[in-house]
């Protein structure tokens, strides 16, 4: 069950699904896709707030695209961990997720970046 977690720190820190070690363990071959916040330039909401602290990293399995789980340690964490659990549990790739036409400004339009 893909349950998101979040600690309400400076930014906040959410996790959902597995992490790489997890998923390496489980004998997933995985892809981690990972970026600065500071260099998410398709996630113009971190510098609204200013705050550009943090990063987004997702777990995929490398042969099925599918989003196995994420750590977002950013503005609005909170909100785009409950789009990756939603991705888990209705096995949505992470191809869907990048190619999504996300609300701007927003910090959902940084999954068009970091899972490329």
Known sequence: MATPSTTFITPPLSR???SEREAREA?????????DIAA???????????ETRGLIKVVVDAESDQVLGATLFCVDSQELVNLVALAIRTGASASQLRDG?????SSTEAFNEVLK
């Open 16 to 18: 959902v699904g597995l």
């Open 27 to 35: 004998g997933h071959d995985v892809v981690v896709k990972k970026k």
């Open 101 to 105: 036409i996300w609300t701007h400004p």
């Open 40 to 50: 998410i330039a398709a996630m113009p909401r971190a510098r609204i707030t200013e």
